[in-house]
């Protein structure tokens, strides 16, 4: 079986069409579907179940998918690298990040590196949660990584920078008008929760921290992104503990806590950092170090 092979697969079932897979691959459906029953004959079995409406991985083809799909993406991910060890000067860098971070992070160092770097397009890959972000990372679907530490990370782990938490209430809160916040002044409180929290040895960084301070926070809604979290809290739902970055040109009551609370953003990836993947981290540094300035 060859790479080319498992890149016709990939195609197919993400594009969930041989024509548009053909299409996207710049060849004849005829030699696609081809390769696929030459990998097929190969493999021992077929890998695709044609359906009136595209295509589905069989059960050999959701065993088999996964693997082919590392290789791909770890040879689209080497064919960067090789090009990018010389410098940052053309081709593509892969950025895959939680949505909080793509707001609030990205945007001003991705603007410096297409000032400093005008030829390396940037492609990010944006996720809901660290856990997804964390498997799409195995998976090899981005050169580097950009969120919170990542829990048994066998590849490189870099800090970058510290978020600095801050507490989220209306304007017309009572609390808005406090210098800071300690955590047990919140312990009456209904509490906004994302999904997006940090979690350490398997448990969320609040439960933890709340249980020190000798309550259980009482929940109000739970929601999947930030954004949403924040809005929410704004309204008055419940009190909301979050990085202070990911509130830019939001309009709430951002009170810090006493003591300060912060957690490490951290690039991780699969192989050392080398060319555009290193330089494009060491922007992430200075922004860091601007922000805890």
């Not at 593509?92 to 590196?113: D, F, K, M, N, S």
Request: charge should be negative.
């Amino acid at each position: 079986m060859s790479l080319r092979q498992m890149e016709y697969l990939v195609a197919v079932v993400e594009e969930q069409s041989f024509t548009r897979a053909a299409e996207a691959l710049h060849v004849s459906q005829s030699a696609l579907s081809h390769q696929i029953k030459a990998l097929e004959r190969e493999v021992g079995g077929p890998l695709l179940e044609r359906m009136n409406r595209g295509v589905r991985l069989t059960a050999m083809g959701r065993a088999y998918y996964p693997h082919a799909e590392l290789a791909v993406r770890s040879a689209r991910q080497a064919r960067r690298a090789a090009l990018a060890a010389g410098g940052a000067e053309s081709g593509e860098l892969h950025i895959a990040t939680v949505h909080a971070q793509a707001i609030g992070v990205l945007p001003a160092v991705c603007a410096r590196w297409t000032r400093l770097h005008p030829g390396v397009r940037l492609v990010l890959h944006e996720y809901a949660t660290t856990d997804e972000l964390t498997d799409q990372m195995a998976r090899g679907v981005a050169d580097v990584a950009l969120g919170p530490r990542p829990e048994d990370w066998p590849g490189p782990v870099t800090v970058v920078g510290r978020e600095r938490m801050v507490v989220v209430v209306p304007h017309d809160d009572p609390l808005a008008a406090r210098e800071s916040l300690r955590l047990t002044d919140l312990a009456d409180r209904p509490w906004v929760r994302c999904s997006l929290e940090p979690v350490l040895a398997g448990r969320r960084w609040l439960d933890v921290e709340c249980e020190r301070a000798g309550f259980t926070p009482r929940t109000a809604v739970r929601t999947q992104h930030t954004s949403t979290a924040v809005r929410m809290a704004s309204a008055g739902v419940g009190v909301l503990l979050t990085a202070a970055h990911e509130l830019t040109g939001l309009d709430c009551a951002r009170i810090p806590t006493d003591p300060p609370w912060r957690r490490d953003i951290t690039v991780f990836s699969r192989v050392e950092l080398t060319g555009a993947a290193a330089e494009f981290t060491e922007l992430l540094r200075e922004w860091g170090a601007a922000e805890d300035s």
